[in-house]
């Protein structure tokens, strides 16, 4: 248990743990550097700050009782789930508390009579599935790291995943929440039924990356599971065939649950690390779902086919029974992992594009790259034209990362530029703050930041993060952005 | 005349309010039509300089829900914002203006075979319109309701600014989605003159499935049977009258090869007498009821549906909606004495609350309204109020027509 004595700490800092020894379990509390470390980063590795006090919150009231403290401190706060985030939003704050939310894991209620659960914030994403299963449902948002992401962070991210093409965001299943607001209030947001009455303050609440409170219990929905669900496998001769035959999926009418694709070193890197059984020799493949009653089923699977065959496809084949299935989604899920076998660093980037320009802007990324001499490997969610380039460096070799970091950036306004977005599932976070002014207008932003004010006045939850130069509350106006880094108090970049 | 001069500068579509302008019996002075997103900026710009109220209306076929304003000066009309800016039909996404009608752009899109997958319960109603008062029907079960369609708005603030959230792609995380803070204000935070909404193919077949049922319990059976089965209902609606047999209807969409074959399953789930058609019965989609009456909405969690089917009967209020959601609305006459519309708003908003919803009460003749407690108790009022006076801190957007008196 840390003492106010202690030296270390700072003032406000130290005064924060004294308002909390009484209400929270010694051990609850940590400020041992060694152990702080641990949290220095989440997802995204790059960028690395110590807190200065860390806070293992084991109930709804001591989240509510932390950020209070805080409040009354004015000490900064951020909230971390299973920290896997990939765009820096969990990324501490040096001068301030990280609140580690991944004991609060308690499913509390799943109601399939209801289509409904209610779950603690640090209930992993892909324990809803198993605990609904066996009466037939399951939580739809599916992001990469289900088996380790929180729903508190889901909900802070407002994540998708591969099967957002048909379902939707995390957003559009999530019915209600219990908000820490900054203030220390304790609210209730949306109601088990949709439509609450008011202002829809849980669509602007979930996707705020932690900038607008912090969740203690999330209402979510439950899916009925499909009658039949079919993957397919597609092996293509070049990216611009696989395109085609994602658009013309989509052109005849059909919504796959998920249409995904990678490119020749993306299947490269997963065949070396799981041996998924991707066709050889293919420059693109497409994992493409269908599910959803049978007889639908088996109409979209033929002309699935038949348009992946018109579009040049070499080989085309079905997942036969569960473990093959398994197997086409291991080698797309694992695909990030694996690339770090092929490189000893890479940026993961999430722009996302009208879909219609995929072949076009895949050939500009390769010619960056080829302009550049860094290596892309792609995989994305080509159903709805969300990329992910992954930008593969070795940052031991002198100039590497800066042409890296370079050729993410020239990535991103092309996706910007084509009429797209920054990011379509990994948050902006710390990562991509800088690129806002490029999307939006200081009117946009400022417009954004009222809703800061109202929530956040005292600019405490996760400071930094988004927005690059925000506005004070009550303050006029800005007449000019500067390009300096968010403040985050010490960062390290790395 | 200083102000009249200043709108007519800004905007040349400006005229004299006459008794049809009035919003819920609060007549305003003037009513200013804008072409343009920055034609409306300049129109707010001299509101605010003059300290004018204004109440945002489309073609107002739900200009009277709501809470009468506190005061109006201006009506800002949409109306002759009504053009498609965009449309990639390869993307599935369009963007429009808020003064279209959504038949105009059903219109528009339908020529690429593809639809904004809302019903228009409110004929001739804007986009602009739907989107503020957040209307849906009964396609929301399989598509989703405005906030998950929209994907992009333009708005100007109340003090002038034009400020745009989301944009025009499907999947987007970048800054706050203010669009579905937008979606459902009633007018109150900005003035929405552009959105961006993701589109459907039109179903290549679909089929309405229904039956009619004697009783609550027959009602819940039949719905549970739906509801949990897997069947891929895009719709699935119920019509409880105040006396006599109720309805249960389902809609499939898909692949005309198998569609008959899955209507005959929805059959044998529904059970007893169905009918099957490509339409759907003439009462879905459409609020159940007539301009003199008391228009609620209601709200609870699934399983309580058929429960609140029979509370609304006993309360004298005949209701309609979406089963497979939990939205259903309700109609009570509007020549009950303040008392009884008192008390069966009453009791009917501690079920739904109760069983995890709400009930608002959308509409009412004037003297009924004014006794009425219209949203009952409003979660996160006081974050909303702070939100209220971030956005327009004069309190000049449709003042006193929201919850709480926003």
Redesign the interface.
Known sequence: MPSLEDVSLRADVAAVVARLRTTLPAGALITDHNELRTYECDGLTSYRSIPALAVLASSAEQVRAVVAACAAERVPFVARGSGTGLSGGALPHADGVLLLMSQLRTVHEI??????AVLDPGVINLQVTKSAADS?YYFAPDPSSQQICSVGGNVA??S?GAH?LKY??T??HVLSIDLV?PEG?K???????????????L??V???EGTLGVATSVTVRLV????EVRTLLAGFSSIDDAGAAT?AI??A?I?PAAIEMMDALAIEAAEAAVHCGYPDGAAAVLVIELD??A??V???YL?VEQLCRENHAFEFRVAAEAAERALIWKGRKSAFAAVGRISPDYIVQDG?????TLAQVLRSIEELAGDSGVRVANVF?AG???LHPLVLFDASQPGQSEHAERLSGAILDLCITN??????????GVD?AKY?PR???D??????Q??????DPDYLANPGK??PTPRLCGER?RVHVSDEPPALGDVELF | MAIHDDLAGACSHLRGAGPGDAVDGVDPQWVVSPSTTAETAEVMRICARHDLAVVTRGHGTKLSWGRPPTRVDIILETTRMNQVVEH?A????VVAQAGLRITDLEEHLGRA?QHLSLDQPAAGATLGGTVAT?TSGPR?MGT??V??LIIGIT?V?ADG?????G????????????A??L???FGT?AVITQVAFRL?????SSRWVHRSVTDVQAARATV?RV??????PVALEVDWPLDGPGRVAVLIE??P??ID??AH?VAALLGGDTETADDGPPWRAVYPWTADEVAL?L?????SVPDLLSDARRHGVAVRGSAG???LYGALPGDVDAGTAGKAVTALRNA?VA????L?VLDAPADLKAGLDL??E???????H??K???DPGHRLSPGR???GI
């Open positions: 109601a399939p009579q209801d289509q409904r037939g991210e407002n998708g957002c939707g965001f957003t559009n607001t209030e609210v209730q947001l949306g109601t088990r039924a949709p439509d609450a009455p008011g202002y829809d303050l669509g602007v979930v996707g705020s009925r599971a499909p009658e658009s989509i052109g009418g919504v959803g009653p007889d639908e088996a109409h979209e002309a996302v594009i009208p879909r219609t969610h709805d034209g969300n009429g797209g977005s920054i990011t379509g599932e990994h948050g902006v991509k806002m999307m939006f207008t009117d946009d932003l400022d417009t954004m009222l809703v800061r004010c109202a929530f988004i927005y106006p | 990639v390869g993307d599935l996404v075979d957040a929301r989703g309701s906030r998950d708005m603030r600014v034009v400020a745009k959230a944009g025009k792609v499907v999947k987007n995380v970048a800054g706050y989605d203010l579905k803070l979606t459902g204000s935070l459907h193919h039109r179903p290549l549970a509801l949990h089965s897997q069947v891929a898909g692949a090869a198998g074959e899955r399953g909405k709200t609870t969690q699934l399983s959601t939990g939205v739904c069983t995890g919803g709400s608002t949203w009952g409003v979660h996160g009022l006081a974050l909303m702070q939100v006076d971030q956005f929201f919850v709480g």
